[in-house]
């Protein structure tokens, strides 16, 4: 059964970093751009890094642009966001989404909470 599962959530101070992985089983990560959203409390869904299939597109929203790093490892089957500098606006659930290069579903992880607070 295709599915994506995030890890790495947690509290954190502001100024401080977390790494979030998301994995992927049941189809290979190499056929699908590799994206990140988040959800605060309150707000829409918004997309914050995605990274292209091989890895040689990013993009990143303005709001994190300079501060996340997304990273993918086609090899395992997984792709990362390194996050540093949180602030407590970065507070929300983090969902991994996988999406086709060419055909075929899409698939959404169920989240993992990150929380900025002092």
């Known amino acids: 059964q295709e599915r994506v599962v995030e890890s790495g959530g947690g509290k954190v101070q502001p100024g401080g970093s977390l790494k979030l992985s998301c994995a992927a089983s049941g189809f290979l990560t190499r056929g699908y751009h590799m994206s990140w959203y988040r959800q605060a409390e309150g707000k829409q869904r918004e997309m914050i890094a995605s990274?292209?299939?091989?890895?040689?597109?990013?993009f990143y929203a303005d709001s994190v642009k300079n501060r996340f790093t997304i990273e993918r490892d086609n090899d395992k089957n997984e792709a990362y966001l390194q996050m540093t500098g949180l602030k407590l606006e970065d507070s929300a659930v983090y969902y991994c989404?996988?999406?086709?290069?060419?055909?075929?579903?899409?698939?959404w992880g169920k989240g993992t909470l990150v929380t900025v607070s002092p």
């Open positions: 989404h996988a999406s086709p290069a060419f055909q075929g579903l899409d698939y």
């Open positions: 990274i292209s299939h091989l890895g040689g597109n990013i």
